[in-house]
Nanobody, 116 residues
Framework: QVQLVESGGGLVQPGGSLRLSCVASGSIFSTYVMAWYRQAPGKQRELVSSITSGGSTVNYKDSVKGRFTISRDNAKNTVYLQMNSLKPEDTAVYYC?????????WGLGTQVTVSS
């Protein structure tokens, strides 16, 4: 079973940048469709961005288009989320999710706080 571990969160000022990483254990990461979700306090978890197994197709939530970039390196079993021009409303716990032959797997999340 694939396991996911996120890192890269932290406190950043508005307008700043962070790069989140999600490392997967197991040898079948390259078959997984990967996505980043986020959940702010008192709100439902929402899809931020997704990327197909080969990386050819990506999708973004409207509010992050032009600011966030998802990418993956299948040789390193890692998916990334580059976040630029961060806003206070981007504050949330960010989760990595994978969908593949063994079903759906989630990471435990990493906190992103955007505040001056």
């Amino acid at each position: 079973q694939v396991q996911l571990v996120e890192s890269g969160g932290g406190l950043v000022q508005p307008g700043g940048s962070l790069r989140l990483s999600c490392v997967a254990s197991g040898s079948i990461f390259s078959t997984y469709v990967m996505a980043w979700y986020r959940q702010a306090p008192g709100k439902q978890r929402e899809l931020v961005s997704s990327i197909t197994s080969g990386g050819s197709t990506v999708n973004y939530k409207d509010s992050v288009k032009g600011r966030f970039t998802i990418s993956r390196d299948n040789a390193k079993n890692t998916v990334y989320l580059q976040m630029n021009s961060l806003k206070p409303e981007d504050t949330a716990v960010y989760y990595c999710r994978g969908v593949g032959p063994n079903g759906v797997v989630w990471g435990l999340g990493t906190q992103v706080t955007v505040s001056s």
